[in-house]
């Protein structure tokens, strides 16, 4: 058989090279031909040939900067990196009970959770393709374990419909999608769509949105078998006499688009939130460790930076002691990494150039908030049967996560009991702790009569007030116009962190961006 | 403020019960007004008064029969269990390193899986409602883990359509909705649906599909990147320079339509597959061995029943052993409560009524067979970015299934290969253990090239050709007329399991008929 490219199938050209080259050469055919996805991440770095006595400075030792003290000092630098506060990590962090935290304005909690329970106040998940990051909790030995994004028994709640009362995920999902289903099928169905659908394709159509919705053999989404297959019974399947299940009555349509129910319904198909996704066990910093372990000894902690100059072939870093603003101190080095938010890094006397200067200044960090509270038992699990996922709601709280850890214990679980971002969040950062918690209280309570006998603690994190980010994450104004110059060399300065990516606010993105800062400085480096 | 209850509405009553009487009770009202679902499973026994020197058998020492063991002997009964095997569980099993099978026909497999790795040939996961089994679990401290169903990332295959190339789950399931809600959008944007959708209703319902769809601001379902929020980047977004996405190209949805990719896009909204659902960690059989730590004492193993008889006021067993099929033994009681699956009961001599025979003779059992095979390394993790669940294809091997447990660890892994029923399961259980395996292969390979290169071992069970259930579940062929008759009390006898119930092949309805049994006859014997 004579190789003809013309003639060829996909199928055969990939069983002629499976034949002859083996799966390895087979699977890499794939992914060029696109069958396969392929991460930004371009797979572990292994930079060699680092020039003698060559200096690299990182500022700030979150995720990006200790992937790129980790991968730098790996290539023969000479890596220093200064952190403002005294554990490293940056927004992959974690509350426990014995930690403190004291937020701008002067608000210390003492946080009191039992031992085992936890608050993840940023990122508290993990893409499956998010592979640089699930790439170094392999390397480093971070332990994960699923993360649950959607439960259908979980709730869609809107104060101002369905009587205020909570509906199951499975009811709402179920019934908008087979009403949705039931009037397409039945207008495809009369020969309404001719001209979109063609006649060979509409008889699939029709069969096919019968199973996607539920329909009977009557094309109708009602109260039956066929619908509560999907939302569940009003008396459920079971064992002996009384086995026999009773349909359960579904919603119309008007009902659901007449609340904001149906907003939520698609937010676990997202590309970000899809199953399979991960958390690390114990808690999201158990990743800030990971790193933590391996260029711990490379950090300088509580070391805040006052001044960033260019002089030369040099860059010169001036810092004082974050605790007691104690003498100032420098470091100085070849080249610099910069991960200090631009939010902070506007507030630093630098000579980072105009165009630079604009970009910093003119980025806005996103509002959030997280409120964790501790109740004295798992009634979500005990009473409702929700392991896991996430509720929401119209209240300001937005959303309420059940823990996807320790499911099925007795004793005292921490829901994320608020997660509002933009208008909502601003109203819980302008409040105590304490009046936040008590607002939440109020808010989830609507959804979980269990709140007030239930509870035991709260912790919460008003981004906008966490002093060394002063907010959630970068927010471009322009990321067409911008974006290329913030990645560029400045001086001697490359920035990095989640707000140089298109993944903001994902610790993916962060750690994209300091490898891609890597990667280019160390060939302009070695290319000099 | 007087009560009403014509004027009052749900929410300003159970308002009202919050506030008189705290929260378990606002609760139960909300669970009686229809807002919180129930189960059949009504709650933890606690059965007491059994008369003294009353005697229970039971046959098979499944979860049904364990169950009955426990709750009975719990309640001051006198109990004994016979069991074929010479271990408890039934169905509830699992296959590891060091097992033996020996099948009908006489094949023994020898299976050769690496610690810590299994098949489970029966029931593989359980769904969060299924609250007796959950309850059980936490009761004998078997340690639950999430299972993973959907997985967005795993596979949609057709030998058939897309040059039979797998293709992604989350790109057919975005591109269908996506399409169904553009081409209604369409007609709704249109006032193609006066009749069916009020005019309020249109406008909200184009904005629902909208979001819903991923639909463009001209509600059009096309390439860009609205779209690959939800199905995926051709060029992923990223960090650093590269960060910039760009768009997948979308399917069309007569290319979905002339494949069969679309019946399995709703297998993970079915009740009994919703997220969040569970596995025992380290295999099914933990279940059936936190049962076998209760009751073990009670059960006499390698007891093959011949015959039951029921004289007087007593029912009999006449058993012989298993192994040797030594001397005729018996044991007499005052009642039992027979689990043997109607399968192998109709085999057995006994003297239930024509009518109960009738049934027993009239219930086929189901057809399904299941491979496992182990290959060197995780190259669906390692390769394909698929942690754990489900990917479904055309050929006869039905699904794929990656094990949701030991992800990202080194080392051998067991793929459930194979779990066809119905008509491609008769293929299989016509061959010889090894070439189901060779088929196994040859169909798999077809949708990960890979696993020739990883190949390192195979075990499968036919459910037909086990001894002692002699197939997979009972199918009833006129539940409506049998049903109940089949759970009445015949002659001093009352059937349990998983067929006695509407939630065939599911350990939950195997339970839930022996909780049922086990009250209806504490019941019989207390009242007389």
Chains 1, 2 share one sequence.
């Not at 008889?203 to 619908?227: F, H, M, P, Q, W």
């Amino acid at each position: 058989m004579s190789f003809n490219p013309e003639g060829v199938t996909r199928r055969s050209f990939l069983g002629m090279v499976g034949a002859v080259a083996g799966a390895a050469a087979m699977y890499s055919a794939m992914s060029t031909m696109g069958f396969a996805s392929q991460s930004n991440w371009r797979g572990r770095l292994n930079l060699q040939g680092a020039p003698d006595n060559t200096n690299i400075l990182i500022l700030g030792a979150g995720l990006a900067g200790m992937t790129a003290a980790f991968e730098l000092r790996n290539a023969g630098y000479n890596v220093k990196v200064l952190e403002y506060r005294d554990k490293a990590g940056g927004r992959c962090w974690t509350l426990r009970g014995g930690d403190s935290y004291t937020e701008l304005g002067g608000f210390t909690q003492h946080i009191d959770f039992a031992e085992g329970n936890y608050l993840n106040p940023g990122p508290w998940r993990i893409p499956s393709d998010h592979f640089a990051v699930l790439d170094y909790c392999k390397r480093f030995g971070v332990k994960l374990e699923p993360f649950i994004q959607v439960n259908y028994n979980a709730y869609l709640h809107d104060s101002e419909a369905f009587d205020a009362q909570p509906q199951r995920f499975k009811e709402v999902a179920t019934d908008f999608r087979g009403h949705v289903a039931e009037l397409l099928a039945k207008v495809v169905d009369q020969q309404g769509l001719d001209e979109a659908v063609s006649v060979e394709d509409a008889e699939k159509l029709v069969a096919a949105l019968k199973r996607y919705g539920a329909l009977n053999d009557n094309l109708d989404y009602i109260t039956g078998s066929e619908s509560s297959t999907f939302r569940g019974w009003s008396h459920p399947e079971g064992g002996g006499v009384d086995g026999k299940p009773e349909p359960s009555q579904v919603n119309s349509l008007s009902e659901i688009l007449n609340s904001t129910l149906w907003r939520n319904l698609t937010t676990g198909d997202n590309l970000h939130m899809q199953s399979t996704i991960f958390q690390p066990v114990g808690g999201m910093d158990m990743i800030a460790k990971g790193f933590e372990e391996q260029v711990g000894e490379l950090i300088t902690y509580n070391a805040k930076v006052t001044r960033i100059r260019h002089e030369g072939d040099q860059v010169t870093a001036s810092w004082i002691s974050a605790d007691s603003g104690s003498n100032e101190q420098t470091e100085t080095a070849d080249y610099c990494i910069c991960t200090i938010p631009f939010s902070v890094l506007s507030q630093i006397d630098h000579d980072f150039s105009p165009r630079m200067s604009k970009i910093i200044d003119s980025m806005p960090y996103a509002s959030a908030f997280k409120a964790g509270i501790e109740f004295k038992r798992r009634f979500w699990e005990e009473d409702e049967h929700i392991y896991g996922g996430i509720s929401y709601t119209n209240l300001p709280i937005t959303l309420i996560s059940y823990p996807p850890y320790n499911m099925f214990s007795d004793g005292p679980g921490v829901l994320l009991a608020a997660y509002p971002w933009g208008a909502y969040a601003y109203q819980f950062n302008a409040l105590s702790p304490e009046e936040r918690i008590d607002k939440v209280m109020e808010y989830g309570s609507q959804i979980h009569p269990q709140y007030y006998d239930e509870f035991k603690t709260g912790a919460s994190v008003a981004w906008h007030r966490v002093p060394w980010t002063l907010g959630c994450y970068g927010l471009w104004q322009d990321r067409e116009a911008d974006y290329q110059d913030a990645t560029a060399m400045d001086g001697r300065t490359l920035m990095a962190g989640e707000h140089i990516s298109y993944l903001p606010a994902w610790m993916e993105g962060a750690v994209l961006s300091a490898l891609d800062a890597v990667e280019r400085l160390h060939t302009t480096i070695t290319e000099i």
